[in-house]
């Protein structure tokens, strides 16, 4: 079955070459979603072969992954599954055949890397915040995912088709699993590693704490 790496990138000129050099050489392709950047990121993923699309301002994650989604839809090429993963080099693409595995074994699924069975790389802040975050999602869902904050996953092109992203940054990692279910699909968790170096990450534990709650009281009024 054919496989689309979607990208969400913003300022990692610095990671992204490296990590589609490395998708390169396990055969895969990728689209990169450009949020704005300024320091030459979409430059560098074109340089490296992938398929950049770019926004003219920083929109969000969510907002980037609407964008390749939408794009993945309209092609109507041959992929039928999407693999997401990070632009900062924290999910390493030789996992991705866990996800492809996991997939296969069960159809209707949605497959999303877990690192809390190893979080000791993991900061502090966001360990805590990320399993306040999972417990929540996860009574929501009906089902147990130990790691919901997890940029690395995969989906079915049919679980895109019945669904429409509502929000435009982090909270986008819940509504994705919480729509999937909503939809009546398995939500599958694979172990991976916790890839941190010095790269500073996107994400700001107490602002998007709060995003976070503002977006469980929007949730019963979204589709």
């Known amino acids: 079955m054919e496989t689309v790496i979607l990208i969400p990138a913003y300022n990692e000129s610095k990671q992204i070459g490296p990590l589609l050099e490395r998708l390169t050489a396990l055969g895969l392709k990728a689209l990169v979603i450009d949020d704005g950047s300024t320091d030459g990121t979409g430059s560098v993923a074109e340089s490296k072969g992938a398929t950049v699309i770019t926004h003219a301002s920083n929109m969000g994650k969510g907002a980037s992954l609407k964008t390749g989604f939408e794009h993945i839809l309209r092609s109507g090429g041959g992929a039928e599954q999407i693999i997401v993963m990070d632009a900062d080099g924290q999910h390493a693409p030789e996992e991705i055949s866990k996800f492809l595995d996991a997939a296969t074994i069960q159809k209707d699924v949605l497959v999303i890397g877990n690192?809390?069975?190893?979080?000791?790389?993991?900061?502090?802040?966001?360990?805590?915040?990320?399993?306040?975050?999972?417990?929540?999602?996860?009574?929501?869902?009906?089902q147990r995912i130990p790691d919901t904050q997890c940029g690395f996953r995969l989906l079915k092109k049919d679980l895109l088709k019945s669904i429409t992203i509502e929000f435009s940054r982090f909270e986008v990692e819940s509504e994705l699993l919480i729509k999937a279910a909503r939809a009546g699909k398995k939500i599958v968790s694979v172990p991976i590693q916790a890839l941190y170096g010095k790269e500073k990450s996107q994400i700001k534990a107490f602002p998007d704490t709060i995003r976070f709650i503002t977006f469980l009281f929007r949730l019963p009024f979204v589709k």
């Not at 802040?125 to 009906?142: A, E, H």
């Open 115 to 142: 690192r809390m069975g190893n979080p000791e790389m993991m900061p502090l802040d966001r360990k805590l915040t990320n399993r306040f975050m999972s417990f929540i999602v996860s009574s929501i869902c009906g």
